[in-house]
């Protein structure tokens, strides 16, 4: 079964400083998706970004990228130029691709709480 | 304004009532997805539907039922069967299967 661990319960970044969040994860998959969500004290869960396994190149949007390592099952997000708004949980999260048999279910880590210091 | 909408935002329920948490999408999705979020978690599937009149169980489905009759629309009922139903929970859709999942906003639920 897949696993996903995020190893920082909790991190802390100053105002326009650059953060980066852990994941790693378990499969037997050679072709797989991972995600960050985010979710604010509102609880609304927020996609960030998205990798494709077979993509080599890491994903960027604005100031969020990722450094993906298949071999490593490493899927680290790096948040730049931190904001008050980027205070939040994260969630690094594991989908499998929906063919044979797989169910390709969305795969949860516990989550990482970042604060953000004026 | 397309997207999900969870009803009630809030819920009490007394020990061995059923309770029905409302999900509804205008997005044209055809899978849907119920979850369960407790403190210090990430999010646990308790069913998915690929498609209308269509639904599995996932991972923690003791204890609850859905229903998928129409697109639109995946309630999720809390039965008295659950042991431990105090919790958030989330639902969300996504085009199919491999697609990008959308969360609604969640409903938290209270056993009193």
């Known amino acids: 079964a897949q696993t996903v661990t995020q190893s920082q319960p909790e991190m802390s970044v100053q105002e326009a400083e650059t953060v980066t969040l852990s994941c790693t994860y378990d499969?037997?998959?050679?072709?797989?998706?991972l995600f960050w969500y985010k979710q604010p004290p509102s609880r609304q869960m927020i996609l960030v970004i998205r990798?494709?396994?077979?993509?080599?190149q890491n994903a960027t949007e604005n100031r969020f990228s990722v450094n993906f390592q298949k071999a490593a099952k490493s899927f680290s997000l790096k948040i730049s130029d931190s904001q008050l708004g980027d205070a939040a949980m994260y969630f690094c999260?594991?989908?499998?691709?929906?063919?044979?048999?797989?169910?390709?279910?969305?795969?949860f880590g516990k989550g990482t709480k970042l604060s953000v210091k004026p | 304004d397309g997207g999900i909408t969870q009803s009630p935002k809030y819920l009490f329920r007394k020990e061995g009532q059923n309770v029905t948490l409302s999900c509804e999408q205008n997005?044209?999705?055809?899978?849907m997805y119920w979850y369960r979020q407790d403190p210090g978690q990430g999010l646990r599937l308790i069913y998915y539907?690929?498609?209308?009149?269509?639904?599995q169980k996932g991972d923690i489905a003791e204890g609850y039922s859905v229903s998928r009759e129409k697109k639109e629309s995946f309630p999720l009922t809390v039965t008295s069967a659950q042991k431990n139903p105090t919790a958030f929970y989330l639902c969300?859709?996504?085009?199919?299967?491999?697609?990008?999942?959308?969360f609604g906003p969640g409903t938290r639920l209270t056993v009193l």
């Open positions: 969300a859709s996504s085009l199919n299967l491999n697609g990008e999942q959308f």
């Open positions: 499969t037997s998959e050679s072709d797989y998706y």
């Open positions: 990798q494709e396994a077979y993509k080599q």
């Open positions: 999260a594991y989908k499998g691709m929906n063919y044979g048999g797989s169910q390709g279910n969305l795969i």
């Open positions: 997005l044209n999705h055809d899978a």
């Open positions: 539907s690929q498609i209308v009149n269509d639904f």
